[in-house]
């Protein structure tokens, strides 16, 4: 039986997981009963309850799911622990590196009808349709760190393998093969050799796949085009921390961060989650956006389960929910009626 692990975790993530959880209820119909829907404890409410923010029989629960459904985990509650025990690090970091997450995929698309809301202008944003792949478990964020004392000196090390750039851009090409056929590389290549070692791979495999173009840009180049001119890219590709910086910067290109959705992957199993963070500022009070939410169900649906036509409903059910004028606050403009969580989910089951 397909198991699903739910992970509501803090603040906002209490209310959209359940709202995601009764969408992808909705939309499997009878299928629903060939499902185990298990909820797990994890980050702030974690510590609270049983002293870890990433408890064991957690992590076991998502090492046997197929695939992880995430909420948001944090907040000032924690803020003073230290690092390794906060459930930023402790369960976000514990989980993708515990089940080897390694790629993190996140869909940029600009809806038309939510083109007013952004920041940038309309031409710019008209019809940005993009994917961004980062590496999740490798790089800078990974490599040997230290301090020292006398001269006060500190350094981290960027570090990648083989296996581990070829495993990352092989998901780009694959990605690139089944969308517009464009896959650009993104690394630092006229300075760092992790990078030189990328761009090497990158050109080695991009002959098993012809049918697909492959281009390279160095990372301030490509901070620059997301800006300039989003529209030219299908797919990106790039390390962790270049990626981490440049997915932020590509995020605010799909107007909300209640939008944003993510799955990380490890072959066909997943963790998935939206993009933003656990809101305390608007917790408790039915205000969250749970599209992010329900559209990284949509990709659990697509990337774990195969089950395109699912996904593609909710995308659907969503998009159409948006044109019909529905709005959470974070969408809101002057004059636009305002809906809850619930509502917003119930508006997306209506159409469902
Ligand atoms: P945040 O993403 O939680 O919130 C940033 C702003 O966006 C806030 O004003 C919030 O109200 C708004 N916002 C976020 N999601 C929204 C939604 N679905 N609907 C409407 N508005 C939304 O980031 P912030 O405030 O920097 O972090 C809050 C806590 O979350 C911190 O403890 C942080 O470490 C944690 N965090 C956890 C993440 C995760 O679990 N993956 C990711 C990012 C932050
Ligand atoms: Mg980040």
């Known amino acids: 039986m397909p198991k699903i692990a739910v992970l509501p975790g803090d603040g906002i993530g209490q ?5 995601a ?6 939309v499997l119909g009878t299928k629903e009963a060939e499902f185990e829907f298990k909820e797990y404890l994890v980050g702030g409410v974690a510590i609270e309850s049983v002293g870890k923010a990433l408890p064991d029989e957690t992590l076991r629960a998502c090492q046997e799911a197929d695939a992880v ?20 690090t402790a369960a976000l ?11 993190n995929i996140r869909p940029v ?12 202008k309309e031409e710019v944003l008209d019809g940005v349709d993009m994917v961004v792949i980062r590496e999740l478990t490798g790089g800078v964020y990974f490599g040997e760190k230290g301090r020292s004392d006398n001269p006060r000196a500190a350094y981290d090390t960027m570090s990648y393998s083989e296996e581990e750039i070829r495993r990352i851009l092989i998901k780009g090409f694959e990605t690139a093969q089944i969308r517009g056929k464009k896959l650009c590389s993104v ?30 840009l160095l990372v301030d180049n490509a901070a620059m085009q997301l800006v300039r ?39 066909t199993k997943g963790m998935y989650e939206p993009a933003h963070g656990s809101a305390p500022d608007i917790a408790g009070k039915n205000l969250a956006n749970p599209l992010a939410t329900i559209l990284s169900a949509a990709l659990m649906l697509r990337y774990t389960f195969a089950m395109d036509e699912e996904a593609a409903r909710i995308e659907a059910a969503v998009e159409k929910v948006l044109e019909q004028g529905y709005r959470t606050g974070d969408l809101a403009r002057p004059g636009d009626k305002v809906l809850g969580t619930v509502e917003m989910t119930d508006a997306v089951l209506a159409v469902l």
Not at 93 to 103: D, E, P, T
Request: net charge negative; glycine share 8%; no cysteine.
């Open 21 to 26: 959880v009764r969408v992808i209820k909705a």
């Open 187 to 216: 690394d630092k290549a006229n300075v760092l050799e992790t990078s030189r070692l990328w761009r090497e791979i990158a050109i080695e495999l991009a002959k098993d796949y012809p049918e697909v173009e492959l281009t390279h």
């Open 93 to 103: 970091l514990g989980l993708r590196k515990g089940l080897n997450f390694y790629a």
């Open 229 to 267: 001119n989003p529209k030219q890219f299908d797919v990106i590709v790039t390390e962790n921390m270049f990626g981490d910086i440049l997915t932020d910067l590509a995020s605010m290109l799909g107007g909300s961060i209640g939008m944003l959705s993510s799955a990380s992957l490890n072959g």
């Open 15 to 19: 209310e959209i997981i359940p709202q």
């Open 69 to 88: 459904l995430l909420g948001a985990v944090g907040g000032p509650k924690w803020d003073h622990l230290p690092s390794p025990e906060r459930p930023e």
């Open 109 to 120: 698309r600009m809806l038309p009808s939510l083109i007013s809301t952004s920041t940038l």
